[in-house]
């Protein structure tokens, strides 16, 4: 759009035509444009804006949203748009997805595949089209959008009312629902799920809850959602890839500006606060006793690992240099890196702290051309020629095994990398 190489008609017509049912009617820019409201597609731009200059916009090419671009693109939305008005074109919409769910036939399998892989299981932090797919079999909102007829049904609230000027919009809550830890859903997390995370981290949330005034919670089964301006697409906001709840006993005391938990639902060694974490490590354990489970569980974190896993392999820009035992971390690590993994592990009593080694030199090497010999060499502090002529066979060693040319004296300790180093003997265990 910014180096005008389309129009908003031609990238919603390329959508239109290429991406499948789901966009069918209507392509990206037009549902932008149903979503501003009656203020149209300036509205939404105006809502969108303030994203453009959240910090993962230095990490691409991402134009700046001058008044005169903004402009160009209000002006051929305007254009698309044919001067139908908001309510014809959710009519239209709405008509065309009835005529194609009436078109879908009963019975038969249906093969479902997406690309690429999902990035996350929530869709709080990402504007991922794959991410919907598993997170609204994950999350629930208080309203569903299921069956041809596309009318809210009851999630997460049972009942709801409109005030006549439509600036008020009360939820009672189902009775009896509990969180995974057996604490039970209230209006409290309602509250804490659309002020402190849809509303200030989801990409639409300015969108659907940019003019909230307030969220009263009177009982912990009601939440009454007060609006400075009616909003025509509020209700619609209320679905599990829109507004997704959350337990507030969990994420209430966190700082999501920083650590945004709850984005890395894939990643629960980088959970934050510990108590998530280990929540979190303590559920696959149980799974994984109750259903017999096998887990690749990939982390820098080996406190972690010692705890998770049986088996540990070190590995480093694709190669593996050492296979241990978890309980060799108490000293036992051969490998170099192994080592330097060992010493990173931060030590909360501070009697028992380690002589801390300096950190790595260097920086690793391009994964898509890789140094010769081993992988591990550009950085490793007993670096001899022999290292990068070639890989040394694997070396059997207590518990495992490891690919270094000197697995044997690193086994015995005696190689000392500079002065003040310490490295740690194997022992007994």
């Not at 990238?11 to 789901?22: P, S, T």
């Not at 305007?78 to 009519?91: P, S, T, V, Y």
Request: charged content about 20%; proline content about 8%; hydrophobic content about 40%.
């Amino acid at each position: 759009m910014h180096d005008e190489v389309a129009t908003v008609e031609e990238v919603d017509d390329a959508i239109r035509f290429g991406a499948g049912l789901r966009w069918a009617m209507m392509g990206t820019f037009l549902i932008y444009r149903l979503a501003g409201g009656e203020d149209g597609m300036r509205h939404f731009m105006a809502q969108f804006g303030p994203a453009l200059k959240l910090p993962w916009t230095k990490l691409t090419e991402v134009p700046e949203l001058t008044e005169a671009f903004i402009d160009r693109i209000a002006a051929q939305s305007d254009a698309q748009a044919g001067g139908i008005g908001l309510r014809d074109w959710e009519r239209k919409r709405d008509d065309g997805l009835l005529a194609i769910a009436a078109e879908v036939k009963k019975g038969g399998t249906l093969s479902y595949s997406f690309q690429p892989e999902p990035t996350a299981l929530s869709t709080i932090a990402t504007t991922a089209v794959t991410v919907p797919i598993p997170a609204t079999k994950i999350f629930e909102s208080l309203l569903e959008y299921a069956g041809p007829d596309l009318k809210p049904k009851p999630g997460l609230a049972r009942s709801w009312t409109i005030a006549p000027a439509g600036l008020t919009y009360t939820f009672k809550l189902q009775l009896g629902v509990k969180w995974q830890d057996g604490q039970p859903f209230t209006s409290a997390d309602v509250k804490f799920s659309v002020e402190k995370i849809i509303l200030p981290y989801h990409a639409r949330g300015k969108i659907y809850f940019g003019h909230l005034a307030g969220i009263d919670t009177p009982d912990p089964q009601t939440a009454v959602f007060r609006l400075n301006k009616h909003v025509p697409c509020f209700l619609k906001a209320f679905q599990p890839s829109e507004a997704p709840m959350l337990p507030q006993h969990l994420l209430g005391y966190t700082d999501h500006s920083i650590s945004l938990p709850f984005r890395r639902l894939v990643s629960p060694s980088s959970w934050s606060p510990s108590s998530v974490q280990a929540q979190v490590i303590n559920l696959l354990l149980r799974l994984q006793e109750q259903r017999g489970l096998s887990y690749l569980f990939i982390s820098h974190n080996l406190a972690l690992a010692r705890r998770f896993a049986d088996r540990l392999a070190v590995m480093y820009l694709g190669q593996i240099g050492e296979f241990a035992h978890p309980s060799q971390l108490t000293g036992g690590l051969v490998h170099a890196y192994s080592r330097a993994l060992f010493q990173a592990m931060p030590i909360a009593d501070s009697a028992r702290a380690r002589t801390r080694a300096p950190a790595l030199p260097g920086e690793p090497p391009s994964p898509v051309d890789p140094p010769s010999g081993c992988r591990f060499q550009a950085r490793c502090p007993y670096r001899q020629d022999i290292c990068t002529a070639a890989v040394r066979p694997v070396t059997e060693v207590e518990g495992g095994w490891v690919r270094c040319h000197f697995a044997n004296t690193l086994d015995q300790g005696r190689l000392m990398a500079s002065p003040g180093r310490r490295l740690y003997a194997r022992t007994s265990t």
